[in-house]
Nanobody
Framework: VQLVESGGGSVQAGGSLRLSCAAS????????MGWFRQVPGKEREFVAT????????YYAESVQGRFTISRDRTKNTVDLQMDKLKPEDTAMYYC????????????????????WGRGTQVTVSS
């Protein structure tokens, strides 16, 4: 399975971006998907994950109330709507897919995740 992200770019603080991630193949049932981000010199960090059904979402405290994750199982996609962006949101954003539940994906280390996308850059200027 390949994951391909899109939608990154540059925006001013307070603006919005929508990231999208598409899986290249039909995935097995029960998997979870999510978004993580990383800045140079720091570890990859959890942003948001979503369950197979889409009914359960988890968010990092830093993005709670500003970001919304959603998925479309018919299209094998997961989106991240990012509103009220801040300069500290600047990072490379990575899509993830895992066979385990969203509650475990959000605390997984990079090596524990089944699939990663190559990332899309988000830059927020002040």
């Amino acid at each position: 399975v390949q994951l391909v992200e899109s939608g990154g770019g540059s925006v001013q603080a307070g603006g919005s971006l929508r990231l999208s991630c598409a899986a290249s193949a039909r995935t097995s049932g029960g998997n979870s998907m999510g978004w993580f981000r990383q800045v140079p010199g720091k570890e990859r960090e959890f942003v948001a994950t979503i369950s197979w059904s889409g009914g359960t979402q988890y968010y990092a405290e830093s993005v709670q109330g500003r970001f919304t994750i959603s998925r479309d199982r018919t299209k094998n996609t997961v989106d991240l709507q990012m509103d009220k962006l801040k300069p500290e949101d600047t990072a490379m954003y990575y899509c993830a897919l895992d066979s385990g539940p969203a509650s475990l994906l959000k605390v997984a280390t990079p090596n524990e995740v089944d699939y990663w996308g190559r990332g899309t850059q988000v830059t927020v200027s002040s």
